[in-house]
């Protein structure tokens, strides 16, 4: 059959697509390798965090921010050093975003329905001179109802449309193949799955029935990035953030395997800045997992001490939720590949939210009863059942213990006592005045200063060896995978370059395996809430193009 439109992946950066596509009239056929209640990809299962410039919350709440002071971050985040090559179209992709998140972005969401908590968060800090790595400013606006209320608008109208005849939605259809003929990509080819019934998230059957192959206009390929595939994980692993972890728990389900970049670049497309990914510090394993080595992240506060496998404490700027890809070098730079939180029931109980739509409960169900619920005594429940259940947390009345069952958990005796207690001894003898030396302690004060974080977000300065702060609490931190930084290079139009600079005729790309746009939009390093919206304006970016 001949289409106008294909699109393989049906995450959020696809179903964008389609929907502009939608909107114009064309025919589209949509496949996916996973079953059909899968659709949404990546973005069901996230935090639902947006990268937006100058909101009504942020005013509300009293934060200038510009599409200057955003455009200065996002420079000193990225470090483009690749601008002749490389870097070329990811720059005009990082100007074009920016514009968008500080213009169109915020109404076009508002028009799908999508509504913000009145809260904005401050993720990725930075640490550094202002025109360093980080947010200047709190810009992470969290979606009413998290991942799926993002995926909510966008699949609801492909299901509708589906409903009605006009897109044609052919889930579990692996692509093997994108057919070529005189340069131009013309069609895809693979293997139709046999039925799964797993429940979303969970590994499904790879079984094939049966071939296929269609025929289109104009191939997007919006299949996700790498995060699943240890394997290709550690063989672009960058030397600047020294030799791979031995161990790493999944940020992604399995199906974020990176094989349409594989099967993309076989058909013309380059692929460029394979040695840029962002994965998490602050992994945990999950003691309820839905896919295979689930982990989950703490987005944490920035109140813990950090410490390294052998018990040194970081300095800045690696303090909880400041920089993270520098906090991950100073990991493997240690020559192991897990870290320590130290904290206390006063900080995990102000302090610890976890990433993800269903450790959010409240939230992805869009419940202000159990959202005030925030406010009372004790961590979250999710959080709770983490602390209770987690083979990485620790909880003791004194630190002795605390550091001999650290010891235990890691299986070896890298953590001297009295090393540690010196350490959190001096720390603690800084919070007796209100001015410090200590550059975490400043952090801390510093982020009380602005109200969101003073009232839901930052514990109050406190000794962490005084008895009534806790019990003590150490957290063993996993380096989690998570995203692809680098991807198919594309031009403004989604079109994939070959490696002349040359667009390949009938070939597109949006969403991660573009890197997001361009080829690697992020640079080196991102600013949160940057990938869900990444998928959404890569997506919206290559339907408007096709639609016309």
Request: glycine residues 12%; aromatic residues 10%; contains cysteine.
């Amino acid at each position: 059959m001949k289409y106008d439109v294909i699109i393989v992946g049906a995450g959020l950066a696809g179903l964008t697509a389609v929907c502009e596509l939608l909107d114009s009239g064309k025919r589209v056929l949509l496949v996916d390798q996973e079953p059909a209640d899968s659709m949404g990809g990546q973005a069901y299962w996230s935090f639902g965090g947006l990268f937006l410039v100058d909101s009504p919350e942020q005013r509300r709440l009293g934060i200038k921010d510009s599409k200057e002071l955003a455009w200065q971050d996002w420079l000193g985040t990225a470090g483009f050093d690749r601008l002749e090559d490389e870097d070329s179209w990811s720059y005009k992709w990082a100007k074009a975003y920016v514009d968008f998140a500080a213009g169109e972005k915020y109404e076009w969401l508002k028009s799908k329905g999508i509504r913000f908590f009145p809260v904005v968060g401050w993720a990725e800090r930075g640490g550094s001179l202002a025109g360093g790595h980080g947010n200047s400013v709190p810009r992470f606006h969290i979606v009413w109802g998290t991942g799926p209320g993002i995926v909510e608008p966008f699949a609801n109208k492909a299901l509708e449309a589906t409903r009605a005849g006009k897109l044609d939605f052919k889930a579990r259809h692996k692509v093997t193949e994108l057919i070529t003929e005189n340069g131009a990509v013309v069609g895809i080819r693979g293997k139709e799955l046999e039925d799964s019934f797993v429940e979303r998230g969970q590994e499904s059957s790879r079984i094939a029935i049966a071939d296929f192959e269609y025929f289109a206009d104009a191939i997007i390929v919006a299949s996700g990035g790498i995060g699943a595939n240890l394997e290709l994980v550690k063989k672009n692993w960058p030397a600047r953030l020294g030799t791979p972890p031995n161990f790493m728990v999944q940020g992604v389900p399995s199906y974020v395997d990176g094989s349409m970049l594989e099967i993309a670049e076989s058909a013309g497309g380059r692929i460029v800045n394979r040695d840029r990914m962002w994965h998490y510090a602050e992994g945990l394993r999950n003691w309820n997992p839905v896919w295979k080595n689930h982990g989950i992240r703490i987005l944490p506060g920035p109140s813990s001490m950090w410490f390294d496998a052998e018990g040194n404490r970081f300095t800045a700027p690696n303090f909880p939720g400041f920089d993270t890809l520098s906090t991950l070098e100073a990991i493997q730079r240690t020559g192991y590949d897990y870290s320590w939180f130290i904290l206390t029931e006063k900080i995990i109980e102000k302090e610890f939210a976890l990433s993800g739509s269903e450790q959010n409960p409240d939230l992805t169900n869009r419940s202000i009863r159990e959202v005030l619920k925030r406010a009372l005594p004790g961590p979250p429940a999710p959080v709770q059942a983490f602390k209770d259940n987690g083979a990485d947390f620790i909880v003791s009345d004194n630190l002795m213990d605390l550091v001999a069952r650290m010891n235990k958990l890691a299986g070896n005796e890298l953590l001297n006592f009295l090393h540690i207690k010196e350490q959190i001894l001096a720390r603690d003898r800084e919070i007796d005045n209100k001015f410090t030396k200590d550059a975490q302690v400043t952090a801390i004060r510093g982020a009380r200063n602005f109200v969101g974080d003073k009232l839901i977000r930052v514990a109050k300065p406190h000794k962490l060896l005084d008895p009534k702060n806790g019990p003590l609490i150490a957290v063993k931190l996993n380096i989690l995978t998570r995203k692809t930084l680098g991807g198919l290079q594309t031009n403004l139009n989604g079109q994939v370059l070959n490696e002349q600079g040359e667009s390949v005729t009938g070939l597109f790309a949006a969403g991660e395996v573009s890197g997001f746009g361009g080829g690697g939009v992020h640079g080196y390093r991102s600013l949160e809430g940057t990938f869900v919206g990444g998928c959404l304006f890569s997506g919206l970016q290559v339907g408007k193009y096709l639609s016309k």
